[in-house]
């Protein structure tokens, strides 16, 4: 299986930051999230198409998760 980045397609791509803000400082509205393998040599970055065939030019990748490295808890730990 090949590696794969998640990107995301917003509602204005024209608006969109690096940091993921709209320029005006309110949130991107995400309107589809695609698959797309990464580009050759660069984990997390996504290649030019998506597996379903549409353009990542005007698409945010989405942040990087690599495996084995644990998110922070979604629950409150201190109460188990």
Do not use: I, K, N
Not at 39 to 65: E, K, L, N, Y
């Amino acid at each position: 299986m090949s590696a794969m980045a998640v990107v995301y397609e917003v509602q204005d791509p024209a608006a969109v930051h690096a940091g993921g803000t709209a320029g005006d400082g309110g949130e991107v509205t995400v309107v589809r999230v695609h698959a797309a393998p990464v580009a050759p040599g660069m984990p997390g970055v996504p290649g030019p198409r998506t597996f379903c065939g549409r353009d990542t030019f005007a698409m945010r990748a989405a942040p990087r998760q690599p495996a084995g490295q644990p998110r922070p808890a979604w629950f409150d730990t201190g109460r188990l």
